[in-house]
């Protein structure tokens, strides 16, 4: 469905997410052309500068940590964010012929991708077949502070638990190629331009979708037949009470519309879903103006993933919490209440980390997945619609989501936490039982890039979330 073409403005910075930083070291060591400060519109005509600025103007007061408007120019405050606009068109954006740069300007798509991008809250694909040194960095560090004749220390325990997580990896991806597939999704997705919509862009997503991640809905092979991907037990087992279960009733997405009315809207972030009425998401969501606005019209909901229709406006907190840096994930994390008459129904749910290392299971909202991905929902006639949040609803495949440790507040996995996913809870995966809670390990915060220093070790693939052990639900 189109935006409006406001709307469709609008949500370039409605739609930005607590995500993390795809741009490599690289990209700010690239030379670009020297460019005039900001986006210069006076090429223009009246009309189009209009139809920009009225769309831009509301939001500068909530977000002039990114843009204020001089004359006829869009001035970013940040320069590497004007560079990575001139990197994403097909040439500097300021040397754009008129309709060309309206286009951009029009792409929700191309916008909100750089804006994000501004920011290092941005979800990041990892590799498996590099995962075994990372297993072997942890054991090596186990085993260094076991004693000599310790064969229970130097072998069982953690070490026991996370050799076999490694050959799990390691056997889920030589199964689906995964690792190829994440490779080219990633070169694609740092060096496509025109607002990553070429052929070769889109084959490198369904290729990365069709190998690493699996669908709630039926999907398309490349040789044309339809396939579906086995649903595991903790998609609808696990905390039986008030007559649900399972993930598929704890997992929310949270959402963005353009109106409070407006039910056409734009994904933001991941949530776990709480009794009283409450949801659990990654702080790095919500602690923006941006989003402090937002939440303060109304335009800011929860939606279950268990139907099509259930959804909760998110109320604003009595206080929000300050500024967050990327240097305290341990932090990451807010609970929120959302407006019901009712009481929602909720699994049974715990916060906790006893269960690492082990299997883990996060499920979230993919938002580049192609839509030739899913076709059809289950029993239904192919020309039902599909809401696209639930089109792009994913976990990774078996074996390829795994907690690793816990340190500093941070629970560290290796995952395939795309874009979309940040605030999504990591739950324990292994034996759910109907008769026992659902286990949250932690919320999706960041990959471990080295930003929080007593967080992880600074391996790239690794993501890091912020431990259930410091959430107070």
Not at 157 to 186: F, I, K, M, Q, W
Not at 257 to 284: K, Y
Request: charge should be positive; hydrophobic fraction near 40%.
């Amino acid at each position: 469905m189109k935006i409006p073409r406001l709307a469709a403005i609008t949500n370039i910075f409605l739609a930005v997410c607590g995500l993390f930083s795809a741009i490599s070291s690289g990209l700010a060591q690239t030379k670009l052309p020297s460019q005039p400060a900001g986006l210069d519109l006076s090429k223009l005509s009246v009309s189009q500068r209009a139809e920009i600025l009225s769309a831009l103007k509301d939001q500068e007061k909530i977000h002039a940590e990114e843009f204020e408007l001089q004359n006829n120019k869009i001035i970013l405050r940040d320069p590497a964010l004007q560079a990575q606009l001139n990197r994403f068109a097909t040439r500097p954006i300021n040397d754009l012929p008129a309709n060309e740069l309206m286009e951009v300007l029009k792409n929700p798509g191309l916008m909100r991708r750089i804006f994000e991008m501004r920011s290092s809250w941005y979800q990041r694909v990892y590799e498996p077949d590099v995962a075994p040194g990372v297993f072997d960095s942890l054991i090596s560090q186990y085993r260094r502070s076991c004693k000599p004749d310790d064969k229970e220390c130097l072998s069982g325990g953690p070490v026991s638990e996370l050799t076999r997580l490694s050959r799990l990896v390691a056997g889920s991806d030589a199964g689906n190629s995964c690792s190829a597939a994440a490779r080219e999704y990633r070169r694609q997705s740092l060096s496509c331009s025109a607002g990553c919509n070429s052929a070769t862009h889109r084959d490198a997503i369904a290729k990365f979708d069709a190998s690493c991640l699996a669908s709630m809905l039926p999907w398309q092979r490349a040789d044309g037949t339809m396939t579906a991907d086995a649903a595991p037990s903790i998609l609808t087992h696990g905390g039986a009470q008030n007559g649900v279960q399972g993930a598929l009733n704890a997992v929310a997405v949270i959402e963005i519309r353009p109106t409070e009315s407006n039910s056409v809207a734009t994904h933001h972030c991941g949530g776990v879903l709480l009794s009283g009425n409450r949801i659990a998401t990654a702080l790095h969501c919500f602690n923006t103006r941006l989003m402090a606005n937002a939440v303060a019209s109304g335009r800011v909901w929860a939606r279950s993933i268990r139907n099509d229709n259930s959804a909760w406006k998110i109320l604003a907190p009595d206080k929000w919490p300050g500024a967050l840096p990327q240097t305290d994930i341990g932090r990451d994390f807010i609970v929120l209440r959302l407006e019901s008459a009712a009481p929602i129904a909720v699994p049974k749910i715990i916060f906790g980390t006893s269960a690492i290392p082990g299997e883990a299971f996060v499920l979230g909202h993919f938002l580049d997945f192609d839509d030739t991905r899913t076709l059809v929902a289950p029993g239904t006639a192919q020309t039902t619609p599909i809401p696209r949040w639930r089109r792009g609803l994913r976990w990774a495949k078996p074996g390829l989501c795994v907690a690793i440790g816990v340190k500093a507040g941070c629970v560290r996995t290796l995952c395939q936490t795309v874009r979309g996913y940040s605030g999504s809870p990591v739950f324990a995966a292994k034996g759910a039982d109907p008769a026992k809670p659902l286990t949250v390990l932690g919320l999706i915060s960041a990959p471990d890039d080295g930003s929080d220093a007593r967080c992880g070790d600074q391996q790239a693939i690794t993501t890091l979330a912020s431990s259930a052990a410091g959430v107070t639900p």
